[in-house]
């Protein structure tokens, strides 16, 4: 049996293991096909795109990329199996630069399409980086569009497919995400599992950039979904710590806010303006309209726990600047800022329009679940006070039903919606009106418990309002 020269097709007898006549190893993978003039052509389309995005000219960019895949369709039409695979990859390589040029062109519709060709493409390329490129490009494009669901199969596929390569990183940020999901739906049972898996694996990777994220997505688990704000400072630091070292100002000014925050919630009023200042800088430095948002919503909190007249005026700044912004979850927190300022000055007459508005951004957008939860506690409120016993009783009812459903962890500051409840039942003067104070006060307590300062704890107890209003009604039944 003869075996033909893969360099000049010269057939050897068989048992030789070089060419007899140019004396290439008969074993050797064939040299890789010359680029035909079609092929250059493609090259030089994708690399006229790329400059024409790099200079911000979208239109040119689209261009040339539209022009290098219609000539990239017709090569691998007529390509052999070896080079049809390359050409796949280079298929996907023109869509990953073109698909974010379609928002500024006016036609987000074309994202998705791209996004899914793209992963066609990996799977048919048989190509592993690309496959997890894509996987997590259309998963975050999917979480973007508040399609949780569909997101989640591709970030589990992601995880598998990362590990298998033993990229830390990419499983990370998968795991993370997914992590962030369950949160947003509720399903608080692996979240704390999720966040400390991906934690743990840029660890080992050891990258100041994603270990800023990991410690900020703990911080978050820490203040917001346990409660524990105390707790939460110290991994919010580390990520500012590591976000600067990463040169990643975003995360550096996330973590400036998320810390005060957490001393408001805490009651160091002091402190939590000392550190909104400092945010003040860090943000006006980037020059971030949505972290200028969330800073003056942490400013109104800080004002309205104060007593400060400044709190509407601040609150509203925060609301048209998060409607401008066009951000669901920041206009949510903003509103909610708004209704809790009108029920601190006891304006219940326009307490209702910020509560509507938070109720149908819930319904068209994938807000976490405990969104409904605190809207439907603050509506019970707004109900009570503004003369409605009745309609608040049911609408409070309906609030603690979706937390025993829920349950307390994932729920920022529970006793809230347990004390809104005590509120409305101890005014219908319903006898289990004493057992929600309870609950209240026992997750009020054990808050305080975490807190290592003595006078922090007394601060806590004393001077957040919330808590403030549990142990007063306390004491009282107990005098």
Request: hydrophobic residues 45%; aromatic residues 6%; charged residues 25%.
């Amino acid at each position: 049996m003869s075996m033909k020269c893969p360099n000049c097709g010269f057939d050897n007898p068989d048992g030789f293991s070089f060419c007899g006549r140019c004396g290439t190893r008969l074993d050797a993978a064939p040299p890789a096909p010359a680029l035909t003039g079609r092929e250059a052509t493609i090259n030089q389309l994708k690399d006229e795109g790329d400059a024409a995005k790099r200079q911000s000219d979208f239109a040119a960019a689209l261009e040339r990329y539209q022009q290098a895949l219609a000539l990239l369709d017709s090569v691998i039409l007529a390509s052999d199996a070896t080079l049809h695979v390359q050409l796949i990859k280079s298929r996907f390589d023109i869509l990953a630069e073109r698909y974010p040029l379609w928002e500024s062109a006016g036609r987000p519709d074309r994202i998705e399409p791209d996004l899914q060709e793209m992963l066609g493409l990996a799977r048919r390329a048989g190509d592993g980086k690309r496959l997890g490129i894509a996987l997590m490009t259309l998963a975050q494009y999917y979480v973007t569009e508040h399609r949780d669901e569909a997101a989640r199969p591709l970030l589990e596929e992601a995880v598998s497919l990362t590990h298998s390569q033993s990229d830390r990183a990419g499983e990370a940020a998968a795991l993370a995400q997914l992590a962030h999901m369950s949160w947003r739906a509720g399903r608080m049972d692996t979240v704390a599992d999720a966040f400390q898996r991906a934690h743990e694996l840029r660890r080992h990777v050891a990258e100041p950039a994603g270990l800023a994220r990991s410690y900020f997505d703990l911080g978050l688990l820490y203040r917001d979904a346990m409660s524990h704000p105390f707790y939460a400072i110290s991994h919010f630091e580390k990520s500012q710590e590591l976000a600067r070292q990463a040169g990643d100002t975003e995360i550096e000014a996330r973590g400036l806010i998320a810390v005060a925050v957490c001393w408001t919630r805490l009651g160091d009023y002091t402190t939590a303006k000392a550190v909104l200042n400092q945010a003040q800088q860090k943000v006006t430095a980037i020059e971030s309209a949505v972290q200028q948002a969330w800073l003056i919503v942490a400013q109104a909190d800080v004002e309205r726990e104060t007593g400060s007249a400044q709190a509407r005026a601040t609150i509203e700044r925060a609301v048209a600047l998060a409607i401008d912004a066009d951000l669901p979850e920041l206009e949510w927190h903003a509103l909610m800022g708004r209704a809790r300022v009108d029920h601190a000055l006891d304006t219940w007459d326009t307490a209702r329009e910020p509560l509507d508005r938070m109720q149908a951004l819930e319904r068209d957008n994938g807000l976490h679940a405990y969104c409904a939860i605190w809207t439907q506690a603050l509506l019970a409120r707004t109900l009570l006070h503004a003369g409605q016993p009745k309609q608040a009783a049911d609408v409070s009812q309906q609030a603690m039903n979706a937390l025993q459903t829920h349950g307390f962890t994932g729920v920022p500051t529970p006793q809230t919606i347990l004390w809104t409840h005590y509120e409305v039942l101890n005014h219908a003067k319903d006898q289990a009106a004493f057992h929600f104070l309870r609950q209240a006060r026992e997750l009020m307590l054990a808050q305080a418990n975490t807190i290592g300062d003595g006078a922090l704890r007394a601060n806590f107890l004393r001077d957040v309002s919330i808590n403030r209003a549990i142990g007063d009604d306390w004491s009282k039944r107990h005098s």
